[in-house]
């Protein structure tokens, strides 16, 4: 260092001074009658300025900017006051709205060059900091602050040891952030041409302008006059910004080292992939993708038409480029040639008494259905294949029909694949999309197979009566081809474009009634029916299958939960009267649900669901118990009505209506047959009774309501004619019914009973209803002798061939 330093005087002009002359203004009071002490004021947002530095400030506010233009058109010197503006609440720095907003220490600033302008952008401006300054007053006038200011008599401070000390400690910090930050040099660079450096004071302002600490950190340090109380201060901001730069240092070092890791493998990868390529150790990825179809084709026996397409398509991947927008097309469509299981079969199981030990594991009852299933199996076994069998599982929601599939498929040791049809709009989905369009696919059958990996499988159609159709065509009348087993063997998906043999795979559907199935798709199927569960049947599968289930699903041991056979069977009659079991199912869990509660409260207890228990645990009796077959009433009859949901009980009722004139009107929401079925009735009973003057009268006098509830629920079909009939002669005869007896039965105008469908489900919802004697008609005698035993013993059937005959057995 030289013999003179260059030093700052208060009008901002640079003197040379000698060293003893500096030691002899260590006590001289520095002038400050050159700066004015009414500034007007520039708001600060971010970082304050220290004295002794030089900077650019923006004047975006026009009012400011034309006070200042026109301050600099006198060519006077243009002196400003910069004040940082305090944070607010949420930590941001909004434009001041008073002069609270405003910190109290300041710093005066001259103007020593102003850069060119446009009259509607901000003022540019290059200032020189002179001196701190306490602001006095503050005011706002026009959109300006001015203030009257108080400037710092700041004496130079006494060079101590302490202080020297103070000051070599921050330089080499700044060193140190110039090694790690290399953005810092500039700022060294600074320090050396403009600050002496063994001033303390300006050593510690600029040191504090380095850092990036925030606006409030370093106005802490403008505020501060003692001179090592902010040389302290400084030096606290600077290691943390060491060690901040430390950090990012070493964040950038390890980001950099993964980086240069990975490009080193990518590098080594192309290095090796091109020296396998020249030694012939490796291929090029078409190259690869071929001779894996190639592997593929050897595992499966091709028909002679796809072997040949497979071989056409290879060669034109060939000589497609991978960058070719057919390379990807042909590709996906060779994967799905190759992968398809062409002439790999399951080897079947044909142990009938092995099926049947698994048929009778997962299912109690449904004897007709495990029987039909192991004829399947036994034509299997002499045959040697069960090719060409679609089964068709018909009955109410919850009795079973999955899982019997699942079975079968666990019987005959087949893969087993489920989708269901419900919903289904597009044919699409069974025959494919074909290859010309974006993102196509083959059809559901495809996919199956590929996912079965087998050309044998089970497959489920779920829900094949809920089939729909719409502009993209009508899948029921795709699936012709597939459930037909003289077509099936060369099925055709509009995708592969080449044809799968269908015809060894076991199609099994489900569905709740036969009404919307297509009749030329159900001509292909044989229909098995599931009518549904007594009482009875429901306690020993709720005993065998839902509550083990249960047990195993809520974590819970035998011993923890007991449910005897009397109170499921008070569940049952009680909450879940369906034909299927589902209602129970659900039941038992929520009754489950709150035993575990319980089981949590008092660990260790042993629960015994009771009969007084049962309200609490699953809430209002849902069924209530029917007491019109104890105390039968004038005018009601109960009959008997079959449903998609299975069996059910109908109670009939109709009254007479003083109106002076006859008539006749129905209601619940019967559907037409059903409306021409009461009218057919109503018709035959005044013909019935033409002879007998009261009754004659009587319905010459009265309109007759004749109603059917449940209101809500349509309903519709001729099997509640002779129930019709009899509720209106017991109306006209004031006479009820036996106690305990339903019937069904078309009724026609002659006299003469039809028969009807649905006598198993019908003769089920007898038993559920408590029903002890039933009427049918002649013809379904046959019906009912088929039915089992267990189903038939509790019921005592009336066969009658015309309605006098109905008569005779229900009236006495």
């Not at 002038?31 to 220290?50: Q, T, Y």
């Not at 302490?162 to 330089?171: C, F, H, R």
């Not at 036969?514 to 044989?526: H, N, Q, S």
């Not at 041991?557 to 879940?576: F, N, R, S």
Request: aromatic letters at 6%; a neutral charge; glycine letters at 6%.
């Amino acid at each position: 260092m030289t013999d003179k330093e260059t030093v700052l005087s208060p009008d901002g002009i640079e003197d040379n001074v000698d060293e003893n002359e500096k030691d002899a203004s260590k006590s001289l009071v520095v002038a400050k009658d050159l700066l004015p002490e009414n500034l007007m004021v520039i708001p600060l947002h971010d970082r304050p300025m220290f004295p002794k530095m030089m900077g650019p400030i923006f004047i975006d506010d026009p009012v400011m900017r034309q006070a200042a233009i026109n301050h600099l058109e006198k060519n006077t010197p243009l002196y400003f006051g910069l004040i940082l503006v305090k944070p607010s609440d949420d930590g941001l720095v909004h434009s001041p709205r008073s002069i609270d907003d405003f910190f109290e220490v300041g710093v005066a600033v001259r103007v020593v060059q102003v850069s060119p302008h446009k009259p509607e952008e901000p003022l540019q401006v290059i200032a020189q900091a002179l001196d701190r300054f306490d602001v006095i007053t503050l005011l706002k006038k026009d959109d300006l602050y001015m203030g009257e200011v108080k400037y710092w008599e700041d004496r130079v401070a006494e060079n101590t040891e302490e202080l020297k000390a103070y000051s070599v400690a921050i330089i080499d910090c700044i060193k140190e952030l110039v090694n790690l930050n290399p953005l810092f040099k500039e700022g060294l660079s600074l320090l050396i041409e403009r600050i002496n450096v063994s001033d303390p004071g300006s050593l510690a302002d600029f040191a504090a302008s380095m850092t990036t600490s925030s606006g409030a950190e370093i106005q802490r340090i403008l505020e501060i006059r003692d001179v090592r109380t902010r040389i302290e201060a400084v030096l606290v901001l600077l290691k943390k910004e060491v060690e901040i730069s430390k950090l990012k240092a070493k964040i950038s070092k390890r980001i950099e080292e993964q980086l240069s890791k990975q490009q080193r493998e990518f590098f080594l990868k192309q290095q090796l992939q091109e020296i396998k390529k020249e030694l012939g150790l490796a291929k090029d990825d078409t190259q690869a993708e071929i001779e894996k179809y190639e592997k593929r084709l050897k595992k499966r026996v091709l028909p002679g038409e796809t072997r040949k397409r497979v071989k056409e398509e290879i060669e034109k991947l060939r000589l497609l480029g991978s960058s070719s927008p057919e390379f990807n097309v042909t590709r996906t469509y060779l994967d799905w040639l190759t992968v398809l299981p062409w002439g790999v079969y399951t080897k079947d199981n044909y142990n009938i008494k092995k099926a049947a030990k698994i048929l009778d594991d997962d299912h109690y009852g449904l004897e007709d259905v495990k029987e039909r299933i192991l004829e399947l199996i036994s034509v299997g076994v002499v045959k040697g294949d069960l090719s060409g069998s679609i089964i068709l599982l018909q009955g109410p929601p919850g009795v079973g029909k999955t899982s019997i599939g699942q079975s079968v498929a666990r019987s005959l040791g087949r893969k087993f694949y489920r989708f269901s049809l419900g919903g289904m709009r597009d044919e699409a989905e069974i025959k494919g999309h074909r290859r010309t369009y974006i993102g196509a696919m083959p059809g559901k059958f495809i996919q199956a197979i590929k996912s079965c990996e087998s050309s044998n499988a089970v497959i489920m159609l779920d829900e094949i009566d809920k089939i729909g159709a719409s502009f993209r065509g009508d899948p029921a009348s795709a699936l012709l081809e597939v459930l037909d087993p003289e077509q099936n063997r060369d099925f055709l998906d509009h995708y592969l474009d080449v044809r799968f043999d269908l015809s060894k795979i076991l199609f099994i559907c489900t569905a709740n009634q036969l009404e919307t199935i297509p009749g030329p798709l159900m001509d292909r199927m044989e229909i098995i029916q599931l009518p549904g569960y007594i009482l009875e049947e429901k306690v020993e599968i709720a005993l065998r299958h839902l509550i083990p289930k249960q047990l195993r699903e809520h974590g819970l041991k035998p011993k923890q939960v007991t449910l005897t056979k009397t109170i499921l069977a008070l569940i049952i009659d009680g909450y879940a009267r369906e034909a299927g079991v589902r209602g129970l199912e659900n039941c038992i869990k929520k009754i489950f649900r709150k035993t575990v509660r319980r089981i949590v409260n008092e660990p260790g207890k042993n629960v015994r669901i009771r009969k007084n228990e049962l309200q609490e645990l699953l809430g209002r009796r849902l069924f209530a118990e029917d007491n019109s077959f104890k105390k039968p009433r004038v005018g009601v009859i109960t009959g008997l009505a079959y449903t998609s949901m299975g069996g059910a009980t109908l109670h009939i009722e109709s009254i007479p209506i003083p109106a002076g004139q006859s008539g006749f009107k129905q209601t619940g929401q019967l559907g037409q047959v059903m409306v021409e079925s009461s009218e057919i009735a109503y018709s035959y009973i005044r013909s019935l009774m033409k002879d007998n003057d009261q009754v004659s009268e009587f319905f010459k006098r009265n309109q007759i309501h004749l109603h059917v509830p449940a209101g809500a629920t349509p309903k519709d079909g001729p099997s509640a004619g002779i129930t019709m009939a009899c509720s209106l002669y017991s109306l006209a005869m004031n006479q009820p019914i036996k106690p305990y007896m339903a019937m069904t039965g078309e009724l026609t105008l002659s006299g003469l009973v039809m028969p009807i469908g649905g006598v198993k489900e019908k003769m089920i919802a007898s038993r559920r209803s408590n029903v002890r004697e039933v009427v049918l008609p002649k013809e379904n005698q046959e019906d009912f002798k088929l039915l089992p035993d267990h189903i038939k013993e509790a019921l005592t059937p009336h066969f009658v061939s015309t309605f006098k005959d109905v008569l005779k057995i229900c009236f006495v």
